[in-house]
Every structure is written in structure tokens, then in C-alpha cells.
């Protein structure tokens, strides 16, 4: 099926939004989705962006049964290991399920490594749910490494009150 890969803009947003309450659904947790489209047009599309993010785009009629044609996305930001240097993060990689097996994925994945690589990224990192085994398997198909398995990382989080204490307890100047 005909579709191509293209940088999101501010327009996309609402389309973004959708398709992210799609993912949580997908991953069981949609009532932790807090994010607004015009918190993703403020973070995104600002001076100095929070993320970027790729969209899959299908012609008109190849639209989706609802009327959709973005039916995929790939959100990602930069981050830096102090070993290796240079990462892009994949937050999200998502593709309408009518559209999965097409090579949609592999397409916004191929272009986010493409993006890294342009930035002189040397690692492509990601985070999946355990039990989340067809896209285990499709990463790992491409080459990916399990960083739990392999070397036992745990990955943390601070927020809510936790955050606001922490920072509460930040030394004064
Ligand atoms: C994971 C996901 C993005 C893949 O997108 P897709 O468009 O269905 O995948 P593609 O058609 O591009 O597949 C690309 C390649 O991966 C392979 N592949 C796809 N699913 C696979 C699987 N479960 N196991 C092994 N290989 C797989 C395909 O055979 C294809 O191989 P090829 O490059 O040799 O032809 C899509 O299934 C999805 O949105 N899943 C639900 C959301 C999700 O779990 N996202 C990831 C969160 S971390």
C-alpha cells in the first residue's frame, strides 16, 4: 500500500493526539493520557522543541474506515549517554491497526534511525512492555537488543507528589 513519511507539523496535532489515546488503549493504560494537542503544538512546534515526531500519511483513497489518513506516528527526542554520546529516543511508534503489516512501521522506524544517524546519534533507544511480544519481536527482528535482558536495567520514574518533594528539598542558592 502506497504511503510516505513526513515530518509532523502544528496541523497534525489533533491527528497525533488521536492516534496516542489509540496507543495507551492499545497498551492498556488510556486513562493515564493526560496530554492535550495544544500541549503537543506548544512542546513540539516551539523554539527550542521538546520532541519531533514523523507521521505516515496514506492518499485520500486509501483513507481509513473512520476517514483518517495519518494513520501512524513516531515521536522521539534526544537524550546523551555519557558512555556512547548522542541517542534519540523513541517515545512512541504507533500504526492504525487496519494499516499494521504494510511496512508503515518499519518505514517511520527506518526514518527515525535516518533523522539519529544525521545527528550523529550512535544509539536508537526505546522502552516496550513486557508483554507487548509482537513489537518485542519486531524490534528485535531489526536488530534491537534487550537491555533488561542483557544487562538488567530497571528503568524509574519521579513524579506526582515524589517530584514535588524532591525539588522542594533542592539546596538553595
Ligand atoms: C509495532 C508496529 C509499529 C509495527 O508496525 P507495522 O506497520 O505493523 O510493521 P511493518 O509492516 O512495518 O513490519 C516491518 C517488518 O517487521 C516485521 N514484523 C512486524 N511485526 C512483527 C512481529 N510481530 N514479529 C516479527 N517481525 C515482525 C515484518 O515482517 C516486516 O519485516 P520485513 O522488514 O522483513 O518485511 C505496529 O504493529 C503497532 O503499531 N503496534 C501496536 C503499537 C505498539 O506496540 N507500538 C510499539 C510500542 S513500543
Redesign the pocket.
Known amino acids: 500500500m502506497h504511503f510516505k513519511v513526513r515530518a509532523a507539523t502544528k496541523e497534525d496535532c489533533k491527528e497525533i493526539s488521536r492516534m496516542i489515546m489509540e ?1 495507551a488503549v ?2 492498556k493504560m488510556p486513562d493515564q493520557v493526560k496530554i492535550s494537542h495544544e500541549e503537543l503544538e506548544r512542546d513540539g512546534f516551539c523554539q527550542n522543541p521538546f520532541f519531533e515526531c514523523l507521521v505516515a500519511e496514506v492518499p485520500e483513497e486509501n483513507k481509513s474506515t473512520e476517514g483518517f489518513t495519518v494513520v ?1 506516528y513516531a515521536l522521539y527526542f534526544y537524550t546523551y549517554s555519557t558512555w556512547k554520546g548522542r541517542t534519540v529516543y ?1 517515545e ?6 487496519e ?11 527506518c526514518k527515525v534511525a535516518e533523522v539519529g544517524k544525521k545527528q550523529q546519534c550512535v544509539r536508537l533507544q ?4 513486557d508483554w ?4 518485542r ?6 536488530g534491537a537488543q534487550d537491555l533488561t535482558d542483557s544487562e538488567g536495567w530497571h528503568f524509574i520514574r519521579f513524579d506526582g507528589q515524589h517530584l514535588d518533594d524532591l525539588a522542594n528539598e533542592a539546596p538553595k542558592d
Not at 99 to 109: A, M, S, T, V, Y
Open positions: 496507543l492499545y497498551e501512524g523513541l512512541d511508534l504507533y500504526v492504525m491497526p494499516f499494521r503489516g504494510n511496512g508503515f512501521g518499519k518505514g517511520l522506524l526505546l522502552s516496550v512492555l507487548n511480544t509482537p513489537s519481536d519486531f524490534y528485535a527482528a531489526k
